[in-house]
């Protein structure tokens, strides 16, 4: 248990579908990322929220929204996705969006668009 | 901008012999230095940062690594492999300073097998 909670684990859609990924974090943390994992690719940081204000935005593609209600969540919700998108997104919080601090991941969503 | 580089995708070793991963880094300010481990099926856990202290960082599970900025190295060991250390491990790297501080910037991973 590492503290910061993925749903699903494990989720596969159609293109056309609307779906959201969800991500909890029990740490006490400021800052909570989504990441995108893709086989033989280096992790991609997708969005950073500070204190549930959005700081970053890596020219992610508007079919991924973010949504960060309150720090302890964190939403990803998926519209309208190429196949190219399956991948794992891992979601992390920090104690805050600064220097060396320890990012803390959950077990990922495995993501499958067909 | 930074960058990371693993040499290696896939590295074998066999139980109890010497775990030597390694991570080359390129960084137009001094960086932050992080080696994270992924289980299967797992997120990513850290296994031990460099944050300018001690040039020589030890972390969990026997792991240490050392920072080296003539060579900019960052390469992770362990003396003695054991078969739980079985598992995809990542460099990464963010500026210790200014704008995007917060970015890791990771490797594309070197996958460690042991072998009984």
């Known amino acids: 248990e590492t503290g910061v909670t993925q749903t699903p684990r494990h989720l596969v859609m159609g293109m056309t579908n609307k779906k959201s990924l969800k991500c909890e974090q029990h740490?006490?943390?400021?800052?909570m990322y989504w990441y995108k994992q893709s086989a033989k690719k280096p992790l991609e940081l997708m969005f950073v929220y500070s204190l549930e204000e959005r700081v970053e935005n890596n020219s992610v593609p508007s079919r991924f929204s973010p949504e960060c209600p309150n720090s302890s969540h964190l939403f990803l919700h998926l519209h309208t996705l190429q196949p190219e998108d399956s991948a794992l997104y891992l979601c992390a919080s920090s104690q805050d969006p600064g220097q060396s601090a320890e990012a803390f991941f959950g077990q990922g969503t495995r993501l499958t668009v067909v | 901008a930074q960058s990371v580089t693993q040499l290696g995708s896939h590295v074998s070793v066999s139980e109890g012999a010497l775990v030597l991963l390694r991570c080359n880094y390129s960084s137009s300010v001094p960086p932050y230095l992080f080696w994270y481990v992924q289980y299967p099926n797992q997120g990513l856990q850290l296994l031990l940062k460099y944050t300018s202290a001690a040039t020589l960082v030890k972390g969990i599970n026997g792991f240490e690594a050392e920072f080296k900025k003539s060579e900019t190295s960052f390469h992770l060991t362990k003396p003695s492999a054991h078969m739980s250390d079985a598992a995809e491990y990542f460099c990464a790297v963010s500026p210790s300073w200014g704008a995007g501080s917060y970015q890791l910037t990771f490797g594309k991973g070197t996958k460690l097998s042991v072998i009984p």
């Open positions: 740490l006490g943390h400021n800052a």
